[in-house]
């Protein structure tokens, strides 16, 4: 039998046995626009049911359609909020956003470790859906190295997932190979997304294990899908944190991207996002 040395240590162990719902983490980077990174991230959990909590890596000034500023945190102060939510809730699945200096991607390497994050999501934010760059080429260097073989799944565009495959893509048996290619090389899950390829269909794909599997939805008549990514890897985390088998989590999160776009909102100009909320 386990001693406590007080009532309090007692009931902190009892609480973290029996939370409510799955807790999961974003360790991303917070968009004043709210359509993507740790605002989307917390929105998704939100309509998926489960616990969202947050780590800011960097803050933006940014609308949908332009990035103006990035200010990432100190080291230091990204480790402390890792920190601070293991030590007070029991972390399902993490996922990473933008991690814009090396540094950063250092101390998420580090915490992966020291707070026992059980499943690790990274979505390697290099480019945004604007074409800014995201990250620089010693993040990009420490991500491919240290970060990835860390992680369970990897979530990429097309850019990022030539980027990380090390050659072009321009039709669907390229990225076919792309996703095998970086799910070996990383020796992690990949799914690459083919928003970006033309065609009447939009065609995700999966490589787990040397297992591979395409998700299919028709093309939407859209301009706007800024978030789009984020929201993507925030459901898959959400999934797979509420114990859904990687195709089935896959599946659910292009689903509700999906939805999302379809049902997406006129505010300003711009159209975000709208999810609804799940059952």
């Given at each position: 039998?386990?001693?406590?040395?007080?009532?309090?240590?007692?009931?902190?162990?009892?609480?973290?046995?029996?939370?409510?719902?799955?807790?999961?983490?974003?360790?991303?980077?917070?968009?004043?626009?709210?359509?993507?990174?740790?605002?989307?991230?917390?929105?998704?959990?939100?309509?998926?049911?489960?616990?969202?909590?947050?780590?800011?890596?960097?803050?933006?000034?940014?609308?949908?359609?332009?990035?103006?500023?990035?200010?990432?945190?100190?080291?230091?102060?990204?480790?402390?909020?890792?920190?601070?939510?293991?030590?007070?809730?029991?972390?399902?699945?993490?996922?990473?956003?933008?991690?814009?200096?090396?540094?950063?991607?250092?101390?998420?390497?580090?915490?992966?470790?020291?707070?026992?994050?059980?499943?690790?999501?990274?979505?390697?934010?290099?480019?945004?859906?604007?074409?800014?760059?995201?990250?620089?080429?010693?993040?990009?260097?420490?991500?491919?190295?240290?970060?990835?073989?860390?992680?369970?799944?990897?979530?990429?565009?097309?850019?990022?997932?030539?980027?990380?495959?090390?050659?072009?893509?321009?039709?669907?048996?390229?990225?076919?190979?792309?996703?095998?290619?970086?799910?070996?090389?990383?020796?992690?899950?990949?799914?690459?997304?083919?928003?970006?390829?033309?065609?009447?269909?939009?065609?995700?794909?999966?490589c787990d294990e040397g297992d591979m599997a395409e998700f299919v939805l028709p093309r939407l008549p859209i301009t706007d899908n800024h978030g789009a990514g984020c929201t993507f890897s925030a459901a898959l985390t959400a999934n797979i944190a509420k114990g859904l088998l990687?195709?089935?989590?896959?599946?659910?999160?292009?689903?509700?991207?999906?939805?999302?776009?379809?049902?997406?909102?006129?505010?300003?100009?711009?159209?975000?996002?709208?999810?609804?909320?799940?059952?």
């Amino acid at each position: 039998m386990v001693a406590f040395s007080s009532y309090g240590a007692l009931m902190t162990a009892f609480d973290f046995a029996n939370s409510d719902v799955p807790v999961v983490l974003s360790i991303a980077s917070s968009d004043s626009g709210a359509g993507s990174g740790m605002q989307a991230d917390l929105k998704t959990f939100s309509v998926l049911n489960v616990f969202g909590t947050c780590a800011i890596t960097a803050v933006t000034a940014q609308t949908p359609r332009e990035l103006r500023k990035i200010h990432p945190v100190p080291p230091a102060v990204l480790m402390e909020q890792i920190q601070s939510v293991s030590d007070g809730f029991p972390i399902s699945a993490a996922k990473t956003g933008m991690l814009p200096t090396r540094e950063l991607v250092d101390i998420v390497c580090e915490a992966d470790e020291t707070c026992g994050i059980p499943v690790l999501v990274v979505d390697p934010r290099m480019i945004s859906s604007t074409g800014a760059r995201l990250m620089d080429s010693e993040a990009v260097d420490v991500l491919k190295t240290k970060l990835l073989p860390l992680a369970r799944v990897v979530t990429s565009n097309l850019h990022e997932a030539e980027i990380l495959a090390g050659f072009p893509i321009g039709n669907l048996d390229d990225l076919r190979k792309a996703t095998e290619t970086i799910s070996r090389k990383y020796n992690v899950a990949c799914v690459t997304k083919g928003a970006d390829l033309r065609g009447e269909d939009v065609v995700d794909i999966l490589c787990d294990e040397g297992d591979m599997a395409e998700f299919v939805l028709p093309r939407l008549p859209i301009t706007d899908n800024h978030g789009a990514g984020c929201t993507f890897s925030a459901a898959l985390t959400a999934n797979i944190a509420k114990g859904l088998l990687m195709t089935d989590a896959v599946d659910q999160a292009k689903k509700l991207v999906y939805q999302g776009l379809k049902n997406s909102w006129h505010v300003g100009h711009h159209r975000p996002l709208h999810l609804s909320i799940a059952e």
